[in-house]
C-alpha cells in the first residue's frame, strides 16, 4: 500500500529533500544512499526541489509488501526540436542500498554495486492538459521490484520482461518492456557501492518477440528512430496505436537481415518445462529426473546453477566464442566482477545449496529424453534453435516450478558435458542436449506450427524416434502440478 506525498516529507517526521543547496544538518538526517541519489536528480531537475512521491507506508524492512521506499515523479519538458516531447520521469528508490545498515541490503563496500546495483526509471509521455502524473507507473516499478527481490535476478540494459498486460490496465497495445540506460541519469558513486539507472521501455507484442528472435538493443535502436514509438530518450506513449513494424515496415527487413546476420542474443529464459530420461523406468530414482513421485527431486548444485549463471551471462556476448564455462569453475571474488558476493545467483533457487556434494553427481549419458515445455515457452524453441544453434551457440531454459534446466547446444559450443556419440547427457537435474545442424534443420520443418501457437490445441507432441527424442506442448496447469 501505497501514498502519494510531496518528496519533502517523505516521513511524518522527515526533513526536505536534500540536494546540492540543502543545509548540512538536513542533510546527514537522510541516509547516505537516498542522499547520493537525490543530488542526481536535483542535478537534472534544479528547479523541482519537491516533486510529487509515492511512498511506501509500511516499509519493506518493516514487513511491508513494495520494496521501493519511494518512486519520485518529475516533469521532463523534453525538447521539441530535437523530437523529445514533454513527459513524466519516474525514479524508483530502493533497489540499491538507501541505508547501509544491513535493514534491506547486505553492505558489501563501496566499489561494487550498491544494493542490486540500479535503480529503475520511466519516462511517460505527458497528455494534453494532464496537471499531475499519473501514479501506476509506480506500482508497475513496485512491480519489477518486488521480481527482483523475490528471485534476486538482476536486470541489465537490452533485457525484456514479458508482462501479458496493457501497463496501465487499459486497452493498450502496449504490453510489455524492454530495459535501457536511462538517456540523461549518470551513474552515481554512494558511500554503499555505484547505482546505475535502468530505464523501462513499453513496447507492443511484435516488438518484444523481435528482441527474442534477434536482440532488445537492436530493437531498441529501431524505436529510438521513430519518434513516436520512442524517440532518442525511449519516451512510452501509452496511446501508441501501431507498432514500429507498421509505421515503417522496412523496419522488418532490417530485423530479418539482423537476425540472418547475427542470431539471436537471448541465452536463455525462466520457463515452464520439464524433462524425463526415457531410458530408465519410472520407479528408478536413483539418478535425478524431472518428475519425482513420493520424493523431494534433487536440486541444482550451487556449482551448477553457477555454470548455468555464466552459461547465460556469456550468451549475451555477441561477438564471443560460444564456451560453455567448465563444470568446476574456480569461484573468484564469491561470484563475478559485477555482483556481489552475497547475492545469489541470478539462476539460483532457495535450496540449491548443495543438498547433494557436486563431485558426487556423475554425469550421465541418456539414450533417450522426454522435453516438455508450456506453450509460451515452446514457442520459443524455433527461436532457439534458428537464432542459436544455427549459429553456433547455446540457450538454456531454466524452470521457474522446479529445480532443473534444460540446454541445447550446437557442435560449435566448447565445455558441454554432451557430445555427438552422447547427445543427451544429464548432470543431477539439468539436462544437455547437443543437436547437429542437420537435425536443426528437420526440426525447424517439424516444428513449423509453433511460430503460430494459437492455431493448435494442447497438448501437442513432436517425435524423432530415429533421435529417440519427444518434445510435448503442455498447459500451464501441469506445471503447477506438486509432481514437477
Not at 539482423?258 to 524433462?275: F, M, Q, R, Y
Request: hydrophobic content about 35%; aromatic content about 8%.
Amino acid at each position: 500500500m501505497a501514498e502519494l506525498r510531496p518528496s519533502g516529507a517523505p516521513g511524518p517526521t522527515a526533513p526536505p529533500a536534500p540536494g546540492p543547496t540543502a543545509p548540512p544538518a538536513f542533510a546527514s538526517l537522510f541516509p547516505p544512499g537516498l542522499h547520493a541519489i537525490y543530488g542526481e536528480c536535483r542535478r537534472l531537475y534544479p528547479d523541482q526541489p519537491n516533486p510529487l512521491q509515492v511512498t511506501a507506508i509500511v516499509k519493506y524492512w518493516l514487513g511491508g509488501p513494495d520494496p521501493l521506499d519511494y518512486v519520485s515523479m518529475y516533469r521532463n519538458v523534453g525538447s521539441p526540436s530535437a523530437n523529445i516531447p514533454e513527459h513524466w520521469h519516474y525514479i524508483s528508490f530502493g533497489l540499491s542500498d538507501l541505508y547501509g545498515d544491513n535493514r534491506v541490503h547486505e553492505f558489501t563496500g563501496t566499489d561494487g554495486p550498491s544494493g542490486f546495483g540500479f535503480e529503475l526509471t520511466f519516462r511517460l509521455k505527458r497528455e494534453t492538459g494532464e496537471s499531475a502524473p499519473p501514479t501506476w507507473p509506480a506500482e508497475l516499478m513496485q512491480g519489477l521490484a518486488r521480481y527482483v527481490f523475490q528471485s534476486e535476478n538482476t536486470f541489465c540494459s537490452g533485457d525484456h520482461v514479458s508482462w501479458h498486460s496493457p501497463l496501465d490496465n487499459s486497452e493498450s497495445r502496449i504490453q510489455h518492456m524492454l530495459l535501457t540506460e536511462d538517456p540523461q541519469m549518470q551513474p552515481v558513486q554512494t558511500p554503499f557501492g555505484v547505482v546505475t539507472f535502468l530505464q523501462i521501455v513499453g513496447v507492443c507484442t511484435e516488438e518484444l518477440h523481435a528482441a527474442q528472435q534477434w536482440n532488445g538493443q537492436g530493437i531498441l535502436e529501431l524505436l529510438r528512430t521513430v519518434p513516436v514509438a520512442g524517440g532518442p530518450w525511449l519516451i512510452t506513449d501509452m496511446r501508441r496505436g501501431e507498432t514500429i513494424f507498421e509505421i515503417d515496415p522496412h523496419l522488418q527487413e532490417r530485423v530479418d537481415k539482423g537476425i540472418e546476420t547475427d542470431g539471436s542474443n537471448l541465452s536463455g529464459v525462466s520457463a515452464k518445462c520439464a524433462w524425463d530420461d526415457l531410458s530408465r523406468p519410472p520407479e528408478d530414482d536413483e539418478d535425478s529426473r524431472s518428475i519425482c513421485v513420493g520424493a523431494q527431486p534433487r536440486r541444482l548444485s550451487g556449482k551448477d546453477t553457477e555454470q548455468i549463471r555464466e552459461t547465460l551471462r556469456r550468451g549475451l556476448e555477441i561477438n564471443s566464442k560460444p564456451v560453455l564455462p567448465p563444470i568446476n569453475p574456480q569461484r573468484q571474488n564469491g561470484l563475478t566482477h559485477d555482483r556481489a558476493p552475497s547475492r545469489k545467483d541470478s539462476l539460483e533457487s532457495d535450496s540449491s545449496t548443495a543438498i547433494i556434494p557436486h563431485e558426487l553427481i556423475r554425469t550421465r549419458q541418456l539414450e533417450s529424453v522426454h522435453l516438455k515445455f508450456n506453450q509460451e515457452s515452446g514457442a520459443l524453441i524455433p527461436l532457439c534453435l534458428r537464432g542459436r544453434l544455427l549459429h553456433g551457440r547455446h540457450f538454456t531454459y531454466k524452470s521457474i516450478t522446479g529445480d532443473m534446466a534444460i540446454t541445447f547446444v550446437s557442435t560449435g559450443v566448447e565445455g558441454a558435458f554432451a557430445t555427438e556419440e552422447h547427445p543427451y547427457a544429464a548432470h543431477g537435474p539439468w539436462l544437455q542436449i547437443l543437436l547437429t545442424e542437420e537435425f536443426v534443420e528437420k526440426m525447424l520443418e517439424d516444428l513449423e506450427d509453433l511460430t503460430s501457437p494459437e492455431e493448435f490445441k494442447l497438448p501437442k507432441e513432436y517425435s524423432w524416434p530415429e533421435k529417440k527424442l519427444k518434445v510435448s506442448i503442455l498447459p500451464d496447469v501441469v506445471f503447477d502440478s506438486p509432481l514437477h
